[in-house]
């Protein structure tokens, strides 16, 4: 039986520009479930960044509700937010956006940072994900040591450290060439597999074809209003 | 990974910035420090002079404008027709309800003597008192006892007022008779005059009971003989020119025993140096208050410095403050990370500061003091330093770390 993790309902998101306003989300609603991966597709402007940082509890709505696991993730104050991301969200971010004074395991254990684990235990779990994304000789190194798709398993191992049940990601493949974008997706499918829900915003059409479900955005609304349609779970999923 | 491993390899990272922002803590510190050390060691030298002057209490006659200078002491002129002092105006200060704070009293009485073609300056006292109120005056032919004190006491090992050794010259040895005399070691030079020669005045024949060591005093240029004698020699039976008084303020107020000697000597002037003590002091503290604002405005220009930097630093650090943001740090977080890496800075600006200001204080202080200056290093001081940079680092990442925990995430990360 499929269970929902995350339920969202009406979510508008209007920003002042100057005198003007821009709406970015017109009432978007969305449930996504456990275990599921979804690809979310659109053209810029079209609000699949917004709703992703919406997602993230990063960007509070201005209408409607999103709740996460049962909890309704804007009636949190931030600084409870901010341990809602800590303990539920992996965040893969465009361009992997990694520390650059910091080694592959120390970017790694930056989500353990403010957690009451151990000096050792931190580092066991920076080194436990760094060898589950194929990084386990270059843990030392720092990012710029490391080349694209290198650096993108670091951020992913980032995202998975604190092994939450949900990872969102924003164009992981978008500065990749084509066979490290593959094998970046297929770390993902294989994440997927282990249970892991993931909701990651592309403009590859190809990535899709690692999903169980796409979203197309337009005009900040699902397509056509109805998921359901947009559903492509299809025969050809790879992996 | 720990919040403050964040902060430190931030700081490894930005060595230009950081170079920046120490240099201006130790500036500021440094500033602090040297002025601070520099204005306690001219207390410290200040109090040591005023201690070598024995004497904090002068009685003179009451005379109107008419006065000349007696070793930097202004009494009134001799020769001009004034009230005038007596041995029994001495004898009227033990009389005092506060006499007990009275260590010792010196009636003199001055005046001029021909010698040849000399003019000499004549002191009469009771000189176990004078060298009792004088510690400087040594015999020539007297031993050196306990050499090498100055040298202590400029090196800040003891300046305390008690410690001060005022009956190094063996005092009982000083009762001389009516027909000797004490020279001063120019007098004797001038006149080419050793211990057990005699001279003449006014006819009447002394013999050099001994003379004094040169110490750079008026007493060089002086011819010292028993009050009596001068009293006679000059013609002037009773009477004294000023009294000094050594009094232990420790022991009682000073304001009512001032007051008591007045009314003992209505006919006086009761002058106490240590009005000049606190005319010093208030000197002193004017100059210490305008070296603490010259310190508190660089301090100032060091923390805006800070501040700036620090706040540019920020600026540049925003996507990476959205990431620490975006995977569960709080804003007390960040907070913490800005404030650690300015507490960092501190602690590294007070202690460069304090070695830097106290080298300047060692090295250029008594250059600008225009006098020996004695400036230990001191554990207190380096404390000071380093509180007062930290609090300064503190408050001036205090914006940047409010402005660092305030960043918008969605924001910093360009989702918006």
């Known amino acids: 039986m499929t269970e929902v993790l995350i339920t969202m309902k009406e979510l508008t998101k209007t920003y002042k520009s100057g005198n003007d306003e821009v709406q970015a989300l017109r009432g978007v609603s969305l449930d996504i479930n456990r275990g599921e991966s979804v690809a979310v597709m659109g053209q810029s402007g079209s609000g699949k960044s917004t709703l992703l940082s919406i997602i993230g509890g990063l960007n509070p709505p201005s209408s409607g509700r999103i709740e996460i696991d049962g909890i309704d993730l804007y009636a949190l104050s931030q600084e409870k937010r901010a341990d809602f991301r800590r303990e539920y969200l992996g965040f893969v971010f465009q361009q992997f956006q990694l520390i650059p004074y910091l080694t592959a395991q120390e970017n790694v254990m930056l989500p353990l940072t403010t957690t009451g684990y151990s000096g050792r235990k931190k580092r066991e779990m920076a080194e436990k994900v760094l060898c589950r994304v194929g990084l386990a000789g270059k843990m030392n190194r720092l990012p710029s040591q490391l080349s694209g798709g290198e650096q993108e398993r670091v951020a992913i191992a980032r995202a998975i450290v604190n092994e939450p049940p949900l990872v969102l990601a924003d164009e992981p493949t978008g500065s990749l060439d084509s066979r490290t974008g593959e094998e970046i997706m297929e770390l993902f499918t294989g994440l997927n597999r282990e249970g892991l829900t993931v909701v990651m915003v592309t403009h590859n059409p190809e990535n899709t074809r690692y999903m169980d479900r796409t979203i197309l955005m337009q005009d900040g609304r699902l397509a056509d209003n109805s998921a359901d349609v947009l559903k492509l779970r299809t025969a050809g999923k790879r992996c | 990974m720990r919040l403050c491993q964040i902060a430190l390899n931030n700081l490894r990272r930005r060595k230009s910035r950081v170079a920046l922002m120490v240099v201006s803590l130790i500036i500021g510190v440094g500033t602090i420090v040297s002025v601070n050390a520099v204005v306690e060691a001219m207390k410290a030298e200040l109090t040591r002079q005023m201690n070598e002057f024995g004497a904090n209490i002068i009685i003179k006659p009451d005379s109107g404008e008419l006065t000349f200078s007696y070793g930097g002491i202004v009494i009134p002129e001799v020769l001009f027709d004034v009230e005038k002092l007596s041995t029994a105006d001495a004898e009227a200060i033990h009389q005092i309800p506060l006499a007990g704070m009275v260590r010792v009293v010196s009636p003199k009485l001055l005046g001029m003597v021909q010698h040849g073609k000399h003019h000499l300056i004549i002191s009469g006292s009771n000189l176990p008192d004078e060298f009792a109120l004088k510690p400087w005056l040594r015999l020539h032919s007297g031993e050196r006892p306990e050499m090498g004190e100055k040298e202590e006491q400029a090196a800040g090992k003891d300046m305390a007022y008690e410690k001060l050794n005022l009956t190094r010259e063996e005092l009982s040895r000083l009762n001389i008779t009516a027909d000797q005399v004490l020279l001063g070691a120019n007098v004797a030079m001038m006149l080419e005059k050793h211990e057990g020669d005699t001279l003449t005045f006014n006819d009447r024949e002394f013999g050099i009971f001994a003379v004094l060591e040169k110490n750079g005093s008026p007493e060089d240029n002086q011819v010292f003989m028993s009050l009596s004698a001068a009293q006679s020699l000059l013609g002037r ?180």
Do not use: C
């Not at chain 2, 800070?306 to 709080?330: D, K, N």
């Not at chain 2, 913490?336 to 602690?347: F, P, R």
């Open chain 2, 237 to 416: 039976p009773d009477e004294v020119t000023l009294i000094e008084v050594s009094v232990d303020y420790s022991l009682g107020p000073e304001e009512i025993l001032l007051r008591q000697l007045k009314n003992a000597l209505p006919h006086a002037e009761v002058t106490s140096l240590r009005q000049v003590v606190l005319g010093r002091d208030e000197m002193l503290f004017r100059l210490t208050r305008f070296g603490v604002s010259v310190s508190v405005l660089v301090l100032l220009v060091g923390m805006l410095v800070v501040a700036l930097t620090m706040s540019a630093a920020i600026r540049e650090r925003t996507r990476e403050i959205g990431i620490f943001r975006a995977i569960g740090f709080r804003q007390s977080h960040i907070t913490k990370i800005v404030l650690m890496e300015g507490a960092v800075l501190s602690l590294v600006g007070g202690i460069a500061g304090y070695l830097a200001g106290m080298t300047a204080a060692r090295y250029a202080g008594p250059v600008l003091a225009g006098m020996p200056l004695a400036t230990p290093w001191r554990a207190d001081l380096l404390i000071a330093a380093v509180l007062l940079a930290t609090v300064t680092g503190l408050i001036a990442s205090a914006i940047p770390a409010r402005q660092a925990a305030k960043l918008d995430p969605a924001e910093a990360l360009r989702f918006i």
